[in-house]
Every structure is written in C-alpha cells, then in structure tokens.
C-alpha cells in the first residue's frame, strides 16, 4: 500500500525541554567548586616541585663533592626555576582562595536578600489583611470590659470584708463573754468553798442570784 499512499514518515520525538537557567547562587556555588578543584590541583603540583626541589638539592651536592662544578651550576639553575615556580604556585593559590571567599561572602548575600525579600513579602501580605479600624475596635472593647471587671472585683472584696469583719466583731464578742462567765464561775465556787469550810456544812447555792449577777454583769460588758 506504499505505492498508493506514500511512504509513511516516522513523527520526530519532541525536543526536549530548555534548562531552566541558573539562578545567582547556583552560578556563584558552581564557579567556587571550580575554583576550588582549581586550587587542589595547584597544590598537588606543588608539592611534586616541592619534593623535585629536594631531589635536585641532593644531586648538587653529590655532583659538587666530585668537582663537577659546571654541572653543579646548570642543576642550580634549574633549583632557581623551580622554586621560582613553587613562589608562583604559593602566589595563584592565594589569589584564587581569596576570590572562593569573595564569591562565599557574595553567596551569603545573595541568601540573605532572597530571605529579606520573602520577609517584605510576607509583612506586605499581612499589612494588606490586616484591619486597623477592627483590631481598634476590639481593643476598646477589652479595656471596657476589664475596667468592668476591676470595678466588680472591688465591689465583691469590699463585699466580703464587711461580711468577715462583722463574724469576726461576733466571734470576738462570743470569746469575751465566755471568759467573763467562766471567770464569775470560778470566782463565786471559791467564795462557795470558803464559807461551807466556816460553817463546816455543804454550801447552798441561790440560783436567782446567781443569774441576776451573771445577767448585771452581761449587761455591763454590753454597754
């Protein structure tokens, strides 16, 4: 069936999508690993000039003691270069140290901004929901009732003072005159004492005088 409708083309996968692009941490954060992997290599070839420095260092010497003083001079040449290399290596690993630090500190900034302006975000969102005249409003509304609350609290202490200072004016008077009785007891059974010890006989005692003593003295305690 080719030959009537053609040659059927397959259909293209679609192209996939873009990379989102990188934001201004993720740049800093990728330059600073470079650098980074940057300076370990720079130290790696240090310490390899560094222990060639030795080598040669020891070759100067074996080559001086046998009196091969031209040779000695060109390996002390290169021990020049060498360490002159090494001081360049120090030099380049400081410098691209200090920029890892520059682009730390750019990073920090970078949070730092990003966070202030989620913060600003969030106070303008609040700052729009917020209802002045309502939360006024409300706190009229809790001074009124609080100043209700006080006054009521006083009302109801004074209340109760008066209430317990008046038991306790009761109670006081009630202590006062039980002492009194039980000092008039006690004051007429010793004079009871005396004169049945004079007569030599039991003491009668008069009820009726006894009462209206106890009742004039009551009558002096209340006045």
């Known amino acids: ?21 990188e934001t201004l941490g993720q740049q800093i954060k990728r330059n600073q690993r470079s650098i980074d992997k ?8 240090r310490l390899k000039m560094t222990a060639q420095e030795q080598k040669v260092k020891v070759q100067i010497k074996k ?16 021990l020049v270069r060498t360490r002159s290399h090494i001081t360049r290596m120090y030099k380049m690993r400081t410098q691209m140290q200090s920029v890892s630090m520059q682009l730390t500190s750019m990073r920090t900034n970078e949070s730092m901004a ?5 913060v600003v975000q969030i106070m303008a969102r609040i700052n729009q929901n917020m209802n002045l005249p309502a939360m006024q409003n409300v706190m009229m509304q809790f001074e009124m009732e609080h100043g209700k609350m006080e006054m009521t609290q006083e009302m109801v202490d004074d209340a109760m003072g008066d209430v317990l200072s008046g038991a306790d004016e009761e109670a006081q008077t009630d202590d006062v005159i039980n002492q009194v009785l039980d000092e008039l007891g006690l004051e007429q059974g010793s004079k009871l004492g005396a004169v049945a010890a004079a007569h030599g006989t039991p003491a009668q005692m008069n009820p009726a005088v006894n009462d209206s003593a106890i009742e004039a003295r009551m009558e002096n305690l209340r006045r």
Do not use: V, Y
């Open 114 to 118: 990003s966070a202030m302006g989620n």
């Open 1 to 21: 069936m080719t030959w009537l409708f053609g040659k059927k083309e397959p259909i293209a996968p679609p192209p996939p999508p873009a990379p989102a692009p």
């Open 63 to 78: 080559i001086a003691k046998e009196g091969q003083i031209e040779a000695a001079r060109m390996l002390a040449r290169d």
């Open 38 to 45: 940057a300076c370990r290599e720079l130290e790696r070839e």
